[in-house]
């Protein structure tokens, strides 16, 4: 009788085996995907109040930066498009989606949409956008890739290091009172 127990423990012993090496390949597998962005993206933005895809509209619709973005090309901001620019096509274009109407609610009750800022500078820097897209320089530069991100993801911190080794790559001023006021 002590060998037949002595056989179920060894065969018992080999399947824990099996399962606790099936345990830890599955876990590495998992591991790894979310390591790589998989299952669960780590850069995926800022979520806003109504998603919007700069994917689909920039590089999908082939629409335009400035054509929301208009202050980009007067003015110091880029600034944050009113909600009658979207609706100039939202009020034809997939018109009974569910963040459209309430884009249409927030504009017929004259409430604002509170977005969450993705870029920041701090006061005492002087930036000026309109300056920076006349003489060519990509918005890319700054803000990354953004005509193939869904959600907008802060592409660079901006600090002076950055700002000044682009000043001399474009033979633009080192004057701190271009930048500093």
């Not at 660079?156 to 006021?181: L, S, V």
Request: proline share 5%; glycine share 6%; charged share 15%.
């Amino acid at each position: 009788m002590t060998a037949p127990a002595q056989k179920t423990e060894g065969k018992g012993f080999v399947g824990w085996g099996v399962l606790g090496s099936l345990t830890v390949v599955v876990l590495l597998v998992i591991a790894s995907l979310v390591i790589f962005n998989v299952v669960y993206p780590v850069d995926i933005g800022t979520r806003q109040p109504i998603p919007f895809s700069h994917r689909v509209h920039v590089h999908t619709k082939h629409l335009s930066c400035v054509m929301c973005h208009t202050g980009v090309t007067d003015s110091q901001r880029a600034g944050i498009p009113p909600l009658q620019t979207c609706l100039l096509c939202h009020e034809h274009i997939i018109t009974t989606f569910p963040y459209i109407q309430k884009l249409r609610d927030h504009f017929q009750q004259r409430r604002p949409v509170v977005w969450q800022r993705v870029n920041w500078l701090p006061e005492f820097v002087y930036f000026y956008h309109s300056v920076h897209v006349s003489r060519g320089i990509d918005c890319s530069v700054c803000h990354g890739n953004v005509a193939l991100m869904d959600r907008v993801i802060k592409a660079r911190k901006f600090e002076m290091g950055f700002c000044i080794q682009c000043h001399r790559d474009n033979n633009a001023t080192h004057d701190c009172f271009t930048c500093h006021r």
